[in-house]
């Protein structure tokens, strides 16, 4: 089989008022991702979220170098499930020694909590911040929970985050180790204006390779997207949305049974289908961080359809934070969480 040649898009030309708006706005860098290590850092303003911290402490703060910040500028961590390619033991010590904040679904938190009792310190120290009601406030961000199906002790899930900007409310969704579609995924992933989503193996390559039988079933039904399913997923949520993504960047893309040419092929011929050649679609690599996505004004693409549910990402950001400033909601600190 012959790779084809990628094509990776960006937006066009800004004007240097355009610049200045979209530099206000989030921006994702993935600063690795394969088998061997995840990690996904999403900026906003003077926020800083990390999610998953799948490598040591020493590369993650080499790879945020690369982008001016340091560890000690994160403003929180989140985990989207136990494998050890998604958190990494030094780096959960290094944070608690930073006291940066670590934020997980309770049934993360009390599965690794049983394995991992050190981690129990965390809680005096106020470190965990269990994500209660599927959603949490971190800096100037909005960040909520989905379940993600995949074969991992406590569940799996993806995030989306949601913070305003000059050009308005945005949403950065990060969804990978997906072992099928859900209704739940492919809400999230509607309305995003940059999608991070796991294009892990390609179907032949997997077949032809020579992994086990066991493990080639587990990967098909319990443990990743082919590049068909994850272009399935992109659509079906642009189907659901009043606009486009800007860039969709494609992760989790195996090193023996897939190429980055075979993943942003697939997604954009997918994409060609709905006549969304314009959305950018950008490779990530297992051990060196990504460029960086940003959301670029003046870029939006309408699809000319209502927004995917009664509440739009909009109105779901406005109402819970109104409720919050009616009701001083605190986080309860409880066990920390981790896994190999």
Known sequence: MQSPS????AGNGMSSQQEALSARCPRVTVLGSSSAGNG????????????DCGFPPEYINGQMADVGLKL?????????HTHGDHVNQMFVRRALELRIPIFCPTDIE????TQYTWMARASHRGVLRPIMNDCTEVGNCLVRTFPVPHDSAGGCFGYSIFSESPLGMKKVTV?????FATESIIDAV??????????????EMLENSG???WLKKRIRERGHLSNDESADIVLRAIDRSSHVPQTIALAHVSQQCNTNAFAVQSMRESLRKLDCERVTVAETFPFTRSAVFSISAGQKHETGV???????????FRKTVALKQQTSLTHKSTRLVYDS
């Open 211 to 213: 992994r086990p039988v």
């Open 40 to 51: 996904t850092l999403v900026r906003s303003g003077a926020t800083s979220i990390l999610i």
């Open 175 to 179: 969804a990978t180790d997906i072992a």
């Open 190 to 203: 509607a309305e995003s204006d940059i999608v991070v989503i796991e294009s892990n193996h390609d179907l």
């Open 6 to 9: 990628v094509r990776v898009h």
């Open 72 to 80: 000690s500028d994160l403003t929180a961590v989140f985990i989207t």
């Open 306 to 316: 209502s927004c995917y549910s009664d509440l739009s990402a909009e109105l779901q």
């Open 110 to 113: 009390l599965h690794l909590q």
